[in-house]
């Protein structure tokens, strides 16, 4: 049966391109139709099934100096080579040529809508830019892993290719991508912590298949020294929100969040949107949630300054750590346009 | 304190015109089970179905899943709920009819914040231990303006009842196995492992509702509790909510209690079982997680404990505390907790922070999620029933009415298919990153 071979574009910069060293490290892209470099390997890997169609080559300072350009260039020439697949460096740890393995592995997925690969070491400052947006293989430090991480990114891209399942990140040995999906085990849990504590208890080697993590410890900002003079908001994980639901906040796992005029809130239609927490006792006095009916007395007395009128509020129920950053990086961002001085955070 | 279960295999589940158990197929008479709800002021009558492992079925608005089982001697069925009697559960013989279950559905989607459901068949199915035995479906219809509480306690007890009957029905037929469990003989050279369990948390109460968990007793605010491993088994711990990822079946058979008791005596000493609440303050908390290490410690004389929990941050964060607690105490402690959220990774996602709790098992994440076809048969909802996909929701009796029809191409969650995520360890998943 005579098979169509899928279409394969590697890109590699000016040193695998064999075009030289750093000190042609400022020459733009050029297309060569064939495999070089790296891409012979993938080449004779991937022969039953694909051919490389051409290689993309880019020196590391022209990518680096104008990233934003440099992708719509590479991006184009990417798609007059009709790819089916991209295979991008590998990068192993060099800083620059991480960043537009990358970007090109990023950009031409998300363009082209094709499946896309590439390899870094796991410290390269490029991985947590991109590990989302692409598979990156696992590689050591040193160009001199090709041949051992060169079979793992092409098996990897012709399963894309096949649309088959890819493993997990250990199994396959790519770097995670935060995606958290379940897998069946041999033994249920009882089963697996009975012996794990049988283990611990013998002081026998074990695996937790979870460990607790390291937070980030935040200094507490200094305190207020005269509260007369402050203007102070409230903000909240407590999903008390208009029926409406403008802003689309969920009842778990929301990325949104809202603002609301306090009086506004209460007099039309509302609700507690989180389902983490019986919402019947905010419900029944919203002050237990955000006490802005002690506050308008210390408003009234002089000892705060003022009272933001808008509340600010976002659902805390299984929200990831990065999802609750950026949450609370805009919602920070949000308060200083408006001039607050201070906050106070409630939480549920 | 023994417990023997003696256990019968049915085979099949079919209607007839007599309730009766012959060469393995158990024969209902609707009527039998109808009867019931005359007894249940609130309900008008029950629709009842049979659904088949490799149905193109799908069964919404699951509170709960049951084993058929009665007490053949030496104590009552379900003292606290079934009767005003109170026994304590766990001694006797009890008859437990496998190879079914007994699924309880309540009808109206938006009286409980967490229900669950389950499809007879397809990719969730294959993983999903009540999808491979027959069901018998229980979907109580309610008066309107039926209140809830009345409503789900009445669902708990017809479930049950109709646990008890059908046990009952298979009397005449000799037991396949017996089991007998019983630590009560201690044994300190083995290493000697207990159970704390948390079994409910006050968060998830609907309205102020405070569910009667404990011999039909609510117990919000408890203090931990000692309680014999064979009274869980046998009828001291109810479920009357929304589902959680536990079912009374899973209780029934408690994986952790049944092996704990399995291996008593050989290569463990099962030194016994704590109750414990989530804490919604953080007082209660610190109170909580320091006496139940020293109850594990000065009164059941433990060298490790396996903790679980229900469902939620705040029950993680108690179990965490126990377990740490524990390790202070020089008590090994393994805690059984998931993952909250499916688009990040393991390194910053356990909610235990405590670095002394160093083995912890993962039994998944909630939002592994599945897309799952259209169905021929829904039950436990009228036909235009939405299926609330754990994105959408209902919160309080508020409804966010966004979900897609039920009997069509729906999404889901793990933790919303009831079997395959299980709070006390029945289930097999893990979490793992890609």
Redesign the interface.
């Known amino acids: 049966m005579e098979n169509k071979k899928w279409r394969v574009v590697c890109y590699i910069n000016q040193f695998f391109g064999q075009i030289g060293g750093e000190e042609m490290a400022h020459v733009g892209f050029s297309v060569k139709p064939e495999a070089v470099g790296p891409g012979l390997l993938f080449q004779k890997l991937l022969q039953d099934e694909c051919e490389v169609v051409g290689t993309i080559i880019c020196g590391d300072n022209y990518f680096a100096e104008n990233t934003e350009g440099a992708v719509a260039e590479g991006v184009a020439l990417a798609a007059e080579l009709k790819p089916d697949l991209l295979i991008a460096g590998p990068a192993f740890n060099a800083g620059r040529y991480g960043i537009s393995c990358g970007n090109m592995a990023a950009a031409v997925g998300k363009e082209l809508n094709i499946p896309t690969v590439t390899g870094m070491y796991p410290e390269n400052p490029a991985v947590d830019l991109f590990r989302k947006d692409t598979y990156i293989v696992e590689t050591g430090i040193l160009s001199s892993q090709l041949r051992k991480v060169a079979p793992v990114m092409a098996d990897i891209g012709l399963r894309l290719l096949r649309q088959e399942p890819?493993?997990?990140?250990?199994k396959e040995g790519y770097i995670?991508?935060?995606?958290?999906?379940?897998?069946?085990?041999?033994?249920?849990?009882?089963?697996?912590?009975?012996e794990?504590?049988?283990n611990?208890?013998?002081g026998e080697p074990?695996v937790?298949?979870?460990?607790?993590?390291h937070?980030d410890e935040v200094e507490p900002a200094p305190a207020v020294k005269d509260l007369s003079k402050i203007k102070l908001a409230l903000v909240t994980d407590g999903g008390l929100i208009p029926e409406a639901?403008p802003d689309h906040l969920?009842?778990?796992?929301s990325t949104t969040w809202g603002h609301y005029d306090w009086d506004e809130l209460l007099a039309d239609k509302h609700?507690?949107?989180?389902?983490?927490?019986?919402?019947?006792?905010v419900?029944e006095n919203p002050n237990r949630l955000f006490p802005v009916d002690v506050l308008r007395e210390y408003e009234a007395a002089g000892e705060i300054g003022v009272l933001e009128p808008e509340v600010y509020v976002a659902c805390g129920?299984?929200?990831?750590?990065?999802?609750s950053k950026a949450k609370g990086e805009q919602i920070a961002q949000a308060l200083l346009e408006k001039e607050i001085d201070a906050v106070i955070l409630t939480s549920t | 304190m023994k417990l023997t279960v003696e256990t019968v295999q049915i085979k099949d589940l079919q209607f007839g015109e007599k309730t009766r158990f012959e060469e393995g197929v158990l024969y209902i008479n609707k009527q039998d089970i109808l009867d019931f709800a005359k007894e249940e002021p609130c309900f008008e009558t029950l629709k009842i179905d049979i659904a088949r492992p490799g149905d193109s079925t799908r069964i919404i608005n699951v509170v709960d899943v049951v084993e058929p089982r009665c007490k053949v001697s030496g104590n009552i069925d379900w003292p606290g709920v079934l009767s005003d009697d109170y026994e304590i559960a766990g001694s006797g013989v009890t008859r437990a009819a496998k190879g079914m279950g007994i699924t309880l559905c309540q009808n109206n989607t938006y009286w409980s914040r967490k229900w669950g459901s389950y499809d007879m068949s397809g990719e969730c199915a294959k993983i999903n231990p009540y999808a491979k035995m027959p069901q018998l479906v229980i979907e109580p219809m309610a008066e309107e303006g039926a209140d809830f509480r009345d409503y789900r306690e009445g669902l708990r007890r017809v479930g049950y009842k109709t646990s008890v009957l059908i046990a009952k029905t298979t009397l005449g037929v000799a037991p396949e196995s017996t089991e007998t469990f019983d630590n009560e003989t201690q044994y300190p050279d083995l290493p000697s492992i207990a159970y704390s369990y948390q079994i409910y948390s006050k968060q998830y109460d609907t309205q102020n509702y405070r569910e009667p968990m404990v011999y039909g007793n609510a117990i919000p605010d408890s203090l931990p509790l000692i309680m014999r491993p064979t009274e869980v088994l046998d009828g001291a711990i109810s479920l009357c909510g929304g589902f959680r990822c536990v079912t009374t079946y899973e209780i029934q058979n408690h994986p952790i209690i049944v092996e704990l008791m399995r291996r008593h005596g050989k290569d463990i000493n099962f030194a016994g079982v704590l109750i414990t609440v989530t804490s919604v303050e953080a007082k209660h908390r610190y109170l909580v997680s320091k006496m139940a290490a020293n109850l594990l410690k000065e009164e059941l004389h433990a060298d490790g404990v396996i903790v679980t929990k229900g469902v939620g941050g705040a029950s993680t964060l108690c179990v965490g505390a126990i377990a740490s607690e524990a390790e202070k105490l020089g008590i090994k402690a393994v805690p059984i907790i998931q993952i909250l959220n499916g688009k990040s990774n393991l390194d910053v996602e356990c909610l235990i922070s405590e670095q002394n709790v160093d083995g912890i098992v993962c039994s998944g994440t909630y939002y592994h999620n599945f897309t799952l076809p259209p169905v021929e048969t829904l039950l436990g909802g009228p036909e235009d029933a939405l299926y609330l996909s754990g994105d959408d929701g209902v919160i309080g009796g508020h409804k966010i009415a966004t979900g897609d029809p039920a009997k069509g191409q729906v999404r889901s969650t793990y933790m919303k298919q009831v079997g395959l995520m299980s709070q006390i360890g029945f289930s097999y998943g893990m979490a793992v990153d890609y």
């Open positions: 890819i493993g997990s990140a250990a995670k991508r935060d995606i958290i999906l379940n897998e069946e085990q041999p033994e249920n849990a009882a089963h697996r912590a009975i794990m504590v049988l611990k208890i013998k074990f937790s298949e979870l460990l607790p993590p937070f639901n969920k009842p778990n796992g609700f507690v949107i989180h389902s983490g927490y019986d919402g019947t006792w419900l129920n299984c929200a990831s750590v990065s999802g």
